[in-house]
Nanobody, 118 residues
Framework: QVKLVESGGGLVQAGGSLTLSCAASGSVFAVTSMGWYRQAPGEERELVALTTRGGKRYADSVRGRFTISRDNNRNAVHLQMNSLKIEDTAVYYC?????????????WGQGTQVTVSS
């Protein structure tokens, strides 16, 4: 079983910065992607940023402000968030997908709250 532990959320003023981190432990096989999603109250969970073997992908709303990076040696992923806006307020979830033969794994962290105030 794979466990994802997130850290780095908190309260920040608009225009400020935060860095989220996520580390995976357990039986991680061939990782196909690691990324961050977020869910605001009353909204559906949405992709924020993703890193795969083919590159990185960002939501339009965060491109140019957020940067995702991955530490392959430790199966960890980080999200540097700059120029934060009130609308970035949400619970942020780390996600890891891996594969072993024909079996795909899809794992989620417990979520970390990010609150941006005016």
């Amino acid at each position: 079983q794979v466990k994802l532990v997130e850290s780095g959320g908190g309260l920040v003023q608009a225009g400020g910065s935060l860095t989220l981190s996520c580390a995976a432990s357990g039986s991680v096989f061939a990782v196909t992607s690691m990324g961050w999603y977020r869910q605001a109250p009353g909204e559906e969970r949405e992709l924020v940023a993703l890193t795969t073997r083919g590159g990185k992908r960002y939501a339009d709303s965060v491109r140019g402000r957020f940067t995702i990076s991955r530490d392959n040696n430790r199966n960890a992923v980080h999200l540097q968030m700059n120029s934060l806006k009130i609308e970035d307020t949400a619970v942020y979830y780390c996600n890891l997908k891996d594969v072993l033969d024909d079996s795909e794994g899809n794992y989620w962290g417990q979520g970390t709250q990010v609150t941006v105030s005016s």
